[in-house]
T-cell receptor
Framework: ETGVTQTPRHLVMGMTNKKSLKCEQH?????MYWYKQSAKKPLELMFV???????ENNSVPSRFSPECPNSSHLFLHLHTLQPEDSALYLC????????????????FGPGTRLTVT | GQNIDQPTEMTATEGAIVQINCTYQ??????LFWYQQHAGEAPTFLSY????GLEEKGRFSSFLSRSKGYSYLLLKELQMKDSASYLC????????????FGAGTTVTVRA
């Protein structure tokens, strides 16, 4: 596997379910991100982890819970979601979060298309 | 936060040139990125500008003017496979180096 992988690619869940999204990066990066992408809207940053430490929780509801056990893996645990949470959830990684001053671009995974019924 | 504006849609003919503009407002500019996203796929990195001027990479070029808060992505010799959404993103050191994205410009290339 190369780059950034995400599983599952598609997920349909009821509002009372609990599920988890998984992201893995094979690039040796130190920063990982969760974004939400809704139709016709800008990508919304949800969480940032830098060297396994969470550095950003962008006012995300507590029904979304991230976990970063190591610098290669990132999870997003979901519970009691709402229909408006239906969206494409993208994981990304970069060498660092930008503090080095270099143009370290973010590499994105293919996303998980989430539908909440 | 940052205000990042780009046109919603553009249409062009195969072989032509299209210029996608992006304007932004930020307190601590630390670089501008362009990404390409085909429908149902991941955004992929196209270009990065941090200094004023033009960066050329094959058929794609990106320009930046920091004083004007303005960038454009120029796509030359358009091909059908260039039909995609193009995302402008700005990194801001005063916002903990986070990327803020525009809503994207959907480019449709017609034969």
């Amino acid at each position: 596997e190369t780059g950034v992988t995400q599983t599952p690619r598609h997920l349909v869940m009821g509002m009372t379910n609990k599920k988890s999204l998984k992201c893995e990066q094979h690039l040796g990066h130190n920063a990982m991100y969760w974004y939400k992408q809704s139709a016709k809207k800008p990508l919304e940053l949800m969480f940032v982890y830098n060297f396994k430490e969470q550095t950003e929780n962008n006012s995300v509801p507590s029904r979304f819970s991230p976990e970063c056990p190591n610098s290669s893996h990132l999870f997003l645990h979901l519970h009691t979601l709402q229909p408006e949470d239906s969206a494409l959830y993208l994981c990304a990684s970069s060498q660092d979060k930008g503090t080095s001053g270099r143009g370290y671009e973010q590499y994105f995974g293919p996303g998980t298309r989430l539908t909440v019924t | 936060g940052q205000n990042i504006d780009q046109p919603t849609e553009m249409t062009a003919t195969e072989g032509a040139i299209v210029q996608i503009n992006c304007t932004y407002q930020t307190s601590g500019f630390n670089g501008l990125f362009w990404y390409q996203q085909h429908a149902g796929e991941a955004p992929t990195f196209l270009s990065y500008n941090v200094l004023d001027g033009l960066e050329e990479k094959g058929r794609f070029s990106s320009f930046l003017s920091r004083s004007k808060g303005y960038s454009y992505l120029l796509l030359k010799e358009l091909q059908m496979k260039d039909s995609a959404s193009y995302l402008c993103a700005v990194r801001d050191w005063s916002n903990d180096y986070k990327l803020s994205f525009g809503a994207g410009t959907t480019v449709t290339v017609r034969a």
